[in-house]
């Protein structure tokens, strides 16, 4: 497709258990993120690759969160020992440039619930 | 650092009415970006327009229109004769250039559009 893909669409996973989110972003764009956005609120920066490159990690709530894109292309984003709080929707973002301008195309998300 | 406020969390409309969404925002930064995007129910964030901060000139495209006021950090959308396509949420959200790509948004606006 033409868009951001991501999958799972929606995962439950029991408390404890690790995770594994994709992201396909479009293909040629240089920039990913990753963010989180909890029921009610605004998406959260979690993290950013320029290429392969993680560049800014900071938004990464805690060590239980690792995400990669080591060809530059797609993405994962891992949650070990999955808590209740880690319950969101995770969403995927590329753009095409590198640049506080450039427009993020987003994916629909991956809704992930710990139980 | 970086932030952005959205007061109002859900406005409901009747059909045709005019809507404005408030934006407030602050930042340290002489150099930034203001984005607007709706979020439809089946999740995936849609880019409406991005402004720098050094364009102050109002922008119209339809019936969707955007007042940027540098002396009150205001960015207010306002669409004109709402449709009941155009009940979702929207957020508000800023880049700075000093700020590695990422996002910052708002709380989002659950609009409710009545037929």
């Known amino acids: 497709g033409a868009g951001v893909s991501q999958s799972p669409r929606y995962k439950v996973a029991k408390r404890g258990q690790d995770v594994a989110l994709r992201c396909d972003p479009i293909s040629g764009h240089v920039s990913l993120f990753w963010y989180q956005q909890a029921l009610g609120q605004g998406p959260e920066f979690l993290t950013y690759f320029q290429n392969e490159a993680q560049l800014d990690k900071s938004g990464l709530p805690s060590d239980r969160f690792f995400a990669e894109r080591p060809e530059g292309s797609v993405s994962t984003l891992k949650i070990q020992r999955t808590q209740q709080e880690d319950s969101a929707v995770y969403l995927c973002a590329s753009s095409l440039h590198r640049g506080p301008s450039v427009e993020a195309f987003f994916g629909q998300g991956t809704r992930l619930t710990v139980v | 650092a970086q932030k952005v406020t959205q007061a109002q969390t859900e406005i409901s409309v009747v059909e045709k009415e005019d809507v404005t969404l408030d934006c407030v925002y602050e930042?340290?930064?002489?150099?930034?970006?203001l984005f607007w995007y709706k979020q439809p129910p089946s999740g995936e964030l849609v880019f409406l327009i991005r402004r720098n901060s050094f364009d102050e000139q109002n922008e119209i495209s339809g019936r969707y229109s955007w007042n940027f006021q540098k002396s009150t950090s205001s960015f207010n959308f306002t669409i004109t004769a709402s449709q009941v396509v155009d009940s979702a949420v929207y957020f508000c959200a800023l880049s700075e250039a000093e700020g590695n790509n990422r996002l910052a948004f708002g709380k989002g606006n659950q609009v409710v559009v009545i037929p």
């Open positions: 930042t340290r930064d002489t150099t930034y970006y």
